[in-house]
């Protein structure tokens, strides 16, 4: 039996499922989304497993009709995604079922959850073009609704930013496969590679497309010019939700979608990896600065996020394999610290009943899980060392060196020190800040279930480094190597 | 700018005096419409009706919290 369609049925069938019993039972959505994500991250890893041995698995939905047929792939690069997606996703479940009871018909947040996994799960394991749009839009709708879950005159405002700057790189993507499938009349991606490669040098079509996808992907994945959306959506979603989004759905969206195509479909070129490294050392940039000025909690955060995928696209812009490997840990690393930071300013926002950098009670004395498990993430995104941040941070710096761009090394290390300042702008406050405790709120304690993510996810970003040691982690890292190295520049 | 693309796609798969490329085992088919455009634009239509309808429902609600549209003074969110 092929496991591969799973990964799109279980959170499909949870999230037809909850809304048929989640009117009449009334913790029905809470469980069945706990369930359904757990054993899509047991089957994830159960995936890393078979896949360290088979590299690549096929799965066709519509049986010998292999060019015209619907393909599912999973090689070294999804079964990597996988396991980070569907593991946050399993956390973060866990922790909405403490978080989410404020808000009235938890099911329908559930539904939109698990219609969310099931959108990511399909863009990584699809094997054609056009599939993983229709997964993409699935993903992305489901977020827009879901920042909008709470509507407030914010959210609503942010969803509705989201959704318009959304709709229009989605039709960007659209026009780019449309040419693309004019020009090499497949819409498979192994095919249509093979059809790319076999013509000589870069046709300008291929830079068109080139372009639009850059605008789509980028778009998606928040890259500066393109980032104005992420703020705002990051910063008024519920909290679980922005630890989805800034964790998981701008990497998978953006930066899986766009290294997807430009590695593995037309195959990296000077030009794009220019452009790719331009737009990386603007967010990185701009988006640290503009996280100084923040002085709501999740704000920040969100704004660090821009910073941060600005170091992965730096990464695959550089394109050597050691570069490749520092984006890939860096993209693992900020997908655990970052849902981790998001976790965690929902559980301050909820025992201190603000989210306002100036007017934080300082948590560790009040409650050391939230405090300490704050600290490990900032730590880990700053890139203080022994933690796996301040491995990826450095491995990028060296492959910049390494690649004889001294500048690029140069800018990574100065925002890095960027990074450095303005998390410990906002850490100071969260940990030691000494204003009243909002009388509205006092004494809201978190739960056991909104604590458990946190220290799990605290654990996995000391423990992440592991994956840079020989024989552990190497071969789960290394295959997804690899794959993305085929394309690289030669 | 959705239509405009769907429209592109479809004609992307157009032929000259095509004709409807429905499979028959008595029929020779030698100048066929390209169906798979079809398919996926049907697709696309459906997606961009459920983003429109989204929008609309964001719209409405936004209208409850502002009592207005005017986008200078829909602008909670800053910075």
């Not at chain 1, 969206?253 to 331009?278: C, D, E, H, K, W």
């Not at chain 1, 948590?363 to 022994?386: E, K, Q």
């Amino acid at each position: 039996m092929n496991l591969i369609p799973f990964f799109v049925i279980i959170p499909l069938a949870a999230a037809f499922f909850i809304p048929l019993v989640g009117k009449r039972i009334k913790r029905s959505g809470d469980i069945v989304s706990v369930l359904a994500t757990i054993s899509l991250s047991v089957l994830s890893i159960f995936m890393a497993s078979l896949i360290a041995v088979q590299k690549v698995l096929v799965y066709n939905v519509i049986r010998g009709a292999v060019p015209i047929g619907i393909s599912m792939v999973v090689d070294g690069l999804s079964v990597f995604m996988l396991v980070i997606v569907n593991s946050i996703a399993f956390l973060v479940a866990l922790y909405s079922t403490g978080y989410i009871k404020k808000y009235t018909d938890t099911w329908k947040f559930y539904t939109l959850f698990m219609l969310m996994v099931a959108g990511m799960n399909g863009v990584l394991i699809s094997g054609d073009l056009f599939n993983m749009y229709v997964a993409l839009e699935i993903a992305a709708i489901a977020g827009y609704s879901l920042v909008a879950f709470g509507i407030d005159a914010e959210e609503l405002e942010a969803a509705f930013k989201y959704a318009v700057m959304g709709a229009v790189g989605s039709s960007f993507m659209l026009l780019g496969i449309a040419l693309l499938y004019s020009y090499t009349a497949t819409l498979n991606m192994a095919d249509m590679a093979a059809v790319i490669a076999s013509e000589a040098g870069a046709s300008k079509i291929i830079l068109f497309v080139s372009a639009l996808f850059l605008m789509g992907f980028g778009l998606k994945a928040a890259l500066v010019p393109f980032h104005a959306w992420l703020p705002d959506a990051h910063s008024s979603a519920p909290t679980p939700i922005s630890a989805m989004l800034s964790g998981l759905l701008i990497k998978v969206l953006g930066i899986y979608a766009l290294s997807r195509i430009f590695f593995n479909i037309f195959g990296m070129t000077p030009q794009v990896s220019t452009i790719l490294i331009g737009l990386a050392v603007i967010s990185m940039i701009l988006a640290g600065i503009l996280a100084f000025g923040q002085y709501d909690m999740k704000r920040l955060l969100a704004y660090s996020s821009i910073s941060q995928i600005g170091y992965i696209a730096l990464g695959l812009g550089v394109g050597t394999p050691l570069a490749i490997m520092g984006a890939l840990f860096h993209l693992f690393n900020h997908s655990i610290a970052k849902s981790l930071l998001f976790l965690n300013a929902g559980a301050i926002e909820r025992s201190t009943g603000t989210r306002d950098l100036r007017q934080m009670p300082g948590i560790l004395a009040r409650s050391p899980v939230i405090g300490y498990t704050n600290l490990i993430g900032t730590i880990s995104i700053c890139g203080i060392p022994p933690l796996g941040g301040f491995w990826s941070k450095i491995i990028i710096i060296f492959a910049c060196i390494q690649a004889d761009r001294p500048i690029l090394a140069f800018i990574a290390i100065a925002v890095s020190i960027l990074t450095l300042g303005y998390y410990f702008k906002a850490v100071t406050p969260i940990l030691f800040g000494s204003k009243a405790l909002h009388s509205c709120n006092m004494g809201k304690k978190i739960t056991v279930t909104m604590a458990i993510p946190m220290v799990v996810l605290a654990i996995l970003s000391i423990i992440g480094v592991l994956l840079l040691l020989p024989n552990t982690g190497r071969a789960f890292l290394g295959d997804a190597i690899i794959v993305l190295g085929r394309g690289a520049i030669r | 700018m959705e239509y405009a693309v769907n429209l592109f796609f479809i004609l992307s798969g157009y032929r000259v005096q095509g004709r409807s490329p429905i499979f028959a085992s008595d029929q020779v088919i030698k100048n066929m419409v390209d169906p798979l455009p079809q398919a996926i634009v049907s697709t696309a239509i459906v997606i961009g009706l459920s983003l429109t309808l989204l929008l609309v429902a964001i719209a409405i609600r936004i209208y409850e919290k502002y009592g207005t549209f005017d986008i200078t003074r829909i602008n909670k969110l800053k910075g």
